[in-house]
């Protein structure tokens, strides 16, 4: 048998032009969103392209230097910058198209991959030719999958799916091969590009180290232990269990890697993991019954699971996995595809519906996982529909279903693209599906804010409070001294005692974010603004937060008050704030260059020396704009010292 063409010239074209086809709708589905608007996080990820395209950073650090992950993602970020050199532009078209065309090579990898699967498994030929466009055509065409391709920065989690994919076909060929014969190249093939493909997933994003997990599953749903290759124990010794017990052992070893990411969370380890059970089949559902308020970017009013009947769903959804898993262990024999799709997406979760302390819920998360569901299904009800002894009925049937639903996924998938055309449209199709959201409502509220819109803004900032948690109520503060400063209205009195009361407790992401905002405002224009008192209360808030000074929410939110303090022309009484700021997070270059500026503005050259001293550290490198920084503090530090000396 051919293992990857078809049986015949007429099958082969037939399916082609089916396959051609399939991508054709998708392009067309997706055209209307492409030149939609960049959504939460899209300009902060794409901060170093945009500093590469002004000439003030080098292409090196634009890659490497990404911070939304431990690896940097620079995989994920030559791919913006390459957009970007090729068009020369940072509109949201530049990226979307690419992630277009991400989606459709996903697409390709998984019909390879579903083809491979039901191979090992011994369908029949004719379930070979039609079930993996199925697959395709179903997983492209899923609604879900809209809101990871039309949000640029998701682009990593789909560059990861890519080559986690990639890394399970090259095994899946790998293990062929190796059934037949043992040679050099098929060893080279498992040992050589199965692990590099995954490293390039990695590389795209963390969950990429999934990869090599994913084909232990494989090999161990889809084939017996009778006439296992050699090759295939040492290879996931050395690639899945050894680095798996060095990450349980340095866990161990140092149980703060993953409780103190819980520290800037509304929710604790258990919790967590009580919750996660219950959103993966929300995952599900959202996946294969895609409607209303379920589809969407904004679920950050997920309800938490603290204990087994709180609420009564945890335990629930629990049983129902723990009896999944276990129909997939007894039938793995019977039914190896759905066994394979069962383990490839609970494996595919572990990381980022896992222990990490995430936030709980992003339907990106579902994005590859959602390839294995798919298959899962499939291969539970084949047997039922198209089983030897059904009739044809049964067979037209399961066709004509698979083509029904993959058709409705089509249609909502064009009238979700359609709806995330422009910004208004979009935010009030996401509006429609979550108003409870307090991060879709801070959206709102930012909106009101920049078009000057008072009224509209207080209200959305009321609305977000209203369905935060209490450790946000601080944040609402800012936002409507925010307001207030865009309007160039003078905030009332009672605001600055509303601040008063809540600033304790630690400081939020959302918060630490809010006062960088707020202090760039200030900087700008804030008419009647306190700012001395407003200071006040940021610092008060720093130090009763509990929080070490070393922590990011800690040093750059007093940074930040430092600013606004600076604003007031209390520069002596913002040096003292902004020093610590920079010895609390270790030299940061940012913080030092405001330093330089308030020393040199106090005449204090000593102090001025100091800091350019660790500036020049960073000078040369990649930060053009720091370089050019560092050499006009250095040029300037003489006429520092001789006006010091007047």
Request: charged share 15%; with cysteine; hydrophobic share 45%.
């Amino acid at each position: 048998m051919n293992n990857i063409g078809l049986t015949s010239p007429i099958q082969r074209h037939g399916s082609t032009l089916v396959m051609l086809a399939i991508l054709l709708i998708t392009i067309v589905v997706y055209l209307p969103g492409l030149h939609g608007p960049f959504l939460l996080d899209d300009i902060g990820n794409l901060e170093p392209i945009t500093r590469w395209m002004a000439g003030d950073l080098g292409w090196m650090s634009a890659v490497l230097d990404n911070r939304s992950g431990p690896t940097g993602r620079p995989i994920s970020m030559l791919s913006f910058l390459l957009d970007v050199r090729r068009t020369g532009s940072l509109d949201p078209f530049t990226f979307k198209p690419t992630n277009l065309a991400i989606h459709l090579v996903c697409g390709l990898a998984a019909c390879v991959l579903t083809r491979q699967v039901l191979q090992a498994a011994q369908w029949p030929e004719s379930a070979l030719r039609w079930v993996p466009l199925a697959v395709m055509a179903i997983w492209l065409w899923m609604p879900v999958q809209l809101s990871t391709v039309l949000y640029i920065v998701q682009r990593m989690a789909q560059l990861s799916a890519l080559w986690m994919l990639a890394t399970l076909v090259i095994y899946l060929e790998a293990r062929r091969r190796l059934a037949i014969r043992v040679s050099i190249g098929r060893l080279a093939l498992l040992w050589l590009a199965v692990p590099m493909a995954a490293l390039l997933a990695v590389f795209s994003k963390e969950n990429g180290a999934l990869a090599l997990p994913l084909a232990a599953v494989a090999e161990y749903t889809l084939f017996s232990q009778t006439n296992r290759p050699r090759a295939v124990l040492p290879f996931f010794a050395a690639t899945v269990l050894l680095p798996g017990l060095l990450v349980l052992g340095y866990i161990a070893y140092n149980p703060h890697f993953l409780s103190g990411g819980y520290a800037s969370r509304d929710f604790t380890l258990s919790e967590r993991l009580l919750t996660e059970p219950r959103i993966l089949w929300d995952y599900l559902q959202t996946a294969f019954l895609p409607t209303g308020e379920r589809l969407g970017i904004y679920h950050d009013n997920v309800k938490v699971s603290t204990g087994l009947f709180t609420p009564w769903t945890t335990i629930v959804a629990i049983g129902a996995w723990l009896a999944v898993i276990a129909s997939a262990i007894v039938f793995r024999r019977k039914a190896p595809v759905f066994t394979f799709g069962v383990f490839g997406f609970l494996v595919a979760h572990l990381m980022e519906s896992g222990p990490v302390a995430l936030e709980l819920y992003f339907e990106h998360r579902n994005y590859l996982p959602s390839t294995f569901a798919i298959i899962a299904v499939i291969g539970a009800i084949y047997p039922l529909l198209f089983g030897t002894s059904r009739t044809i009925y049964f067979h037209r049937t399961g066709i004509a279903l698979m083509v029904s639903v993959a058709l409705v996924y089509a249609m909502g998938t064009l009238n979700q693209a359609l709806a995330w055309s422009t910004e208004r449209s979009f935010l009030a199709l996401q509006y429609s599906y979550n108003p409870d959201s307090p991060r879709l409502l801070s959206v709102l509220a930012a909106s009101a804010i920049q078009a000057g819109d008072l009224p509209t803004a207080l209200h959305f900032i009321d609305e977000g409070e209203r369905y935060s948690e209490d450790s946000e109520r601080g944040t609402s503060t800012l936002w409507r001294f925010m307001a207030y400063c865009e309007s160039q209205t003078k905030p009332p009195e009672s605001l600055y005692g509303e601040l008063e009361s809540r600033n304790h407790g630690r400081i939020t992401n959302y918060g630490m974010t809010a006062w960088d905002l707020l202090s760039a405002k200030v900087e700008h224009s804030c008419q009647g603004l306190d700012a001395p008192r407003l200071a006040r209360d940021g610092l008060a808030w720093v130090d009763r937060s509990g929080l070490p000074p070393t922590q990011q929410q800690s040093w750059r939110t007093r940074y930040n008050i430092g600013r606004i303090v600076a604003f007031s022309g209390d520069l002596r009484g913002a040096e003292v704030i902004v020093h610590k700021a920079w010895l609390d997070s270790d030299r940061n270059n940012g913080i030092g260059v405001l330093l330089f500026q308030l020393n040199a503005s106090l005449g204090d050259v000593d102090a001025c020396s100091i800091v350019l001293k660790s500036l020049e550290r960073s000078e040369g490198g990649d930060d053009y704009a720091l370089t050019r920084v560092i050499r006009s503090f250095r040029s300037a530090l003489p006429s520092i010292e001789a006006e010091h000396r007047h």
